[in-house]
């Protein structure tokens, strides 16, 4: 017997997934803290160069109004930590990749 198998595949743009969902859970408890301003999902898309763009997950204005860059990554493809790395060199803003751990979450600044 054939087990079907799909391709994961990406999300369409402007769905999140079950992890960027959960993080949004955290973003909102950060917001009603007061350590957070604003946030848009895929609020910002970055040239990088001639026909290569990066949208980070979450565009966050935190409380001091510094611009952050949250990436939330379950695994890495290959050109997206080039492309976090290229942009954190570009532009004046804050970048961090967050992945779920167990009940937290873990932090890497670019």
Known sequence: MKANILALGRM???T???TETAYQTLL???KHAGEVVWYKFEGLKLRLADNT???PDFA???GDGVIECHEVKGFWRDDARAKIKVAADMYPFRFYAIKKKG???EI???
Do not use: D, H, I, P
Request: glycine letters at 10%.
């Open 12 to 14: 369409k743009q402007g």
């Open 16 to 18: 999140m997934n079950a």
């Open 28 to 30: 909102e408890q950060r």
């Open 53 to 55: 763009f990066y949208t």
């Open 60 to 62: 966050v204005m935190v």
């Open 103 to 105: 009940r937290g979450w």
């Open 108 to 110: 890497e600044e670019f």
